[in-house]
């Protein structure tokens, strides 16, 4: 007996086709979408054009000068000072290659009793009317920016003063797209790598009448079954271990609950979907069929649960339905052990409730579909 | 002369075996007995019946009614008891594409209590070098070799072999009969089925002639071929087409006909002597100026029995 189980694994770890799907695939998406930065935030990208001219009282040339310097330092913002004209700036604007404008008018109004008897640099702005969030942000610090500017000029007095006070970045948990990503990864994977690799076992152990082999021998059915099965768990076992490491060393992605419970659950879908690979295989002829109908299976569920989005953003009369479908509670579950450091199996104990009903389900179809011969 | 007394023991019986799919019946009624330490031969076409009466016999599939029984034991009621004494080597059957042919033998010899070392058995097929090979590299013939050890892990004293040298050439052919006899010869008794005529009338010790689901006969291929009213063959290749009547009146000729698969103008005659016929025979081809290309003759087969018996030929 401990014989077809260790020629389980052997057959598991040789099958070079399998080892893709198993790793290889999964591995790719977690490779493409590390490259990608999702978690950079959007800077505005300003042009700025001094228009002050050098004829112009010193105070006002060198004060523009400072402006555009100090504005640099912000830091926030992208700026560039390529554009000499308005007319260039405004075209590049069009083109989508900047969100702002900020033109420095050689021109100022004259001093006024409003204005504490100085004479006062009117700035424009162009900006692009459907960039409405970039819009009001660099606004805000505009304004914010210019307010700061009068009142040093003003030498007024300062009532009230800001002090940052930053947490160290260890203290504060960043939840990355990579850290959300690296649980759907983990839950698509064992979800394929179940459905699909069972199906395409079981078609072509029937197509090559392998299954015929064994029942005219002495072994027990189930034990066979039973072995298969030990060797998939083997190899999800594995799967998740080089996934995470992956995720980890490369990207960075964090477990920020208990590891094993991630096993755990990983270990609880593997049996849910190796149930639905059993009737997967009933239905397929040959290997091909099986990866095609497996295919047909697993991919809505790939996007439909989550796997790269939360499941949530999706329209709320479609996330209604698709909450249910068998990956959707893997996905949720996975995801809460794995981004909220105090979550346990109980606090997910709904997700795991929905699960054990998927695996009583898919359990009852596939031993009345799935015949051994 | 030495004088052996032997008992014929019977170590697989079938009684009145029907099995049906559907409307259609594969095995219709059947019954024979297989003799310890003979080789067994069941010929017949594609779909007659024989995979299903074998694997009946193995257990791995239902009868609609009828018993099967080996040593003594029912088929179906004692199943697993029957499964550790007999070895069966299925039609065109793989074994897994992972794992080596030790790994393989070692494996299906782990689920019977009788296990034969691996390296035994593969010495025992020529296949000792290929020991660590997977079975996709192996030969057609290899293969069927390995096949064949793979049904004996538990050194059955009943090996089933269903089509062993489907697909291979007459040569590798040939040179599994010599395996096949080397089992025989360590006294297992061999069940084999065939739909070549000459592995049959060569290896077997006693043959089944099935059709259409029933036993048209079963006798020693001796005995089924002297039971023929001709015993020769006389084949005749024309220049042109004769028709086939014209040959009957000839004295001797029992059956005078038209192969049916040759694109040749060909003639067929069954013949009881042929040294009375030829004299005759080469008369009517001088009287009648029969342009003949080819004369050939052969003592009767199989084959001929297969065709008097169901009135077709045994050839797909």
């Known amino acids: 007996m401990i014989k077809l189980f260790v020629a389980a694994i052997k057959m598991q770890f040789r099958d070079r086709l399998g080892l893709f799907w198993a790793f290889v695939f999964p591995a790719m998406f977690i490779i493409i979408f590390g490259l990608f930065n999702f978690d950079r935030p959007d800077t505005a990208h300003i042009a700025i054009v001094n228009l002050v001219q050098d004829n112009n009282p010193k105070e006002f040339v060198e004060g523009a000068k400072r402006f555009v310097e100090s504005f640099k330092q912000v830091g926030y913002f992208k700026i560039s000072e390529d554009y000499k004209t308005e007319a260039e700036a405004v075209q590049a604007l069009k083109n989508d290659k900047i969100e702002f ?46 307010a700061e500017v009068n009142l040093r000029a003003a030498n007024a007095p300062k009532l009230f003063s800001l002090n940052e006070e930053p947490l160290k970045s260890s203290e504060v948990k960043k939840i990355s797209y990579m850290d959300f990503l690296l649980p759907g990864i983990l839950g698509m994977a064992l979800m394929t790598m179940s459905v699909i690799g069972l199906a395409a076992d079981l078609s072509l152990y029937r197509e090559q009448r392998i299954l015929k082999r064994i029942l005219a021998t002495p072994l027990r059915p189930s034990l066979f079954i039973a072995s298969l099965v030990f060797g998939y768990l083997v190899l999800i076992i594995v799967q998740v271990t080089i996934l995470i490491a992956l995720g980890h060393y490369l990207f960075g992605a964090q477990i920020y609950g208990n590891i094993l419970n991630v096993y755990a659950l990983a270990l609880l879908g593997a049996i849910l979907f190796l149930n639905v690979g059993f009737i997967v295989g009933s239905f397929s002829k040959n290997p091909s069929g099986a990866s095609s109908l497996g295919n047909i299976v697993t991919m809505p569920m790939m996007f439909l649960s989550g796997t790269f989005f939360p499941a949530t953003s999706l329209p709320p009369v479609v996330y209604s339905v698709v909450q249910f479908l068998p990956l959707s509670p893997l996905m949720k579950a996975l995801r809460e052990i794995a981004l909220d450091s105090n979550a346990t199996l109980l606090s997910v104990g709904p997700d795991l409730a ?13 031993a009345r579909t799935f015949k051994f011969r | 002369m030495s004088c052996t007394i032997t008992y014929i023991v019977s170590i697989i019986q079938v009684q009145n075996l029907t099995k049906k799919f559907g409307d259609l019946t594969a095995v219709n009624n059947i019954s024979f007995e297989v003799r310890q330490g003979e080789i067994f031969g069941m010929l017949g076409p594609n779909g007659a019946g024989k995979t299903t009466t074998l694997e009946i016999i193995e257990g791995i599939q239902e009868p609609t009614s009828g018993k099967t029984s080996v040593l003594g034991l029912n088929s179906q009621e004692q199943l697993n008891e029957v499964k550790e004494h007999i070895g069966v080597q299925l039609q065109a059957s793989a074994y897994f594409d992972n794992l080596t042919l030790t790994e393989i033998l070692d494996l299906f010899g782990s689920f019977y209590k009788k296990r034969t070392e691996p390296a035994k058995l593969l010495e025992s097929v020529g296949l000792t070098e290929k020991k660590n090979a997977l079975v996709k590299n192996l030969s057609g013939g290899q293969k069927q070799r390995f096949s064949i050890s793979a049904s004996l892990v538990n050194d059955p004293g009943i090996v089933f072999l269903d089509e062993p040298t489907t697909g291979l050439d007459p040569q590798a052919r040939r040179h599994l009969w010599e395996y096949i006899r080397q089992i025989s010869q360590q006294g297992k008794t061999i069940v084999l089925t065939t739909h070549y005529m000459e592995e049959a009338q060569r290896l077997c010790d006693r043959v089944a002639i099935i059709d259409v689901g029933k036993i048209v006969a079963l006798d020693t291929p001796a005995k ?93």
């Open chain 1, 101 to 146: 404008v900020l033109i420095i008018p050689n021109e100022f109004t004259p001093p006024s009793s409003a204005n504490g008897n100085l004479p006062q640099i009117r700035l424009r702005v162009i900006d692009d009317e459907k960039n409405k969030i970039t819009n009001s942000i660099v606004m805000a610090g505009l304004s914010n920016y210019v």
């Open chain 2, 224 to 316: 089924l071929i002297s039971n023929l009213k001709s015993s020769y063959r006389i084949n005749l290749k024309l220049l042109e087409r004769v028709h086939a009547d014209k040959f009957k009146q000839v004295q001797g000729v029992i059956e005078a006909r038209e192969p049916a698969e040759t694109e040749e103008p060909q003639i067929q005659l069954h013949v009881n002597k042929a040294t009375e016929t030829l004299p005759s025979l080469l008369s009517l081809i001088e009287r009648e100026k029969i342009k003949l290309e080819d004369i050939e003759m052969q003592p009767a087969n199989l084959e001929d029995v297969f065709l008097a018996l169901t009135g077709k030929e045994l050839r797909d």
């Open chain 1, 354 to 366: 929905l699960i054990g009903v998927w695996i009583l389900i898919t359990f009852l179809i596939a």
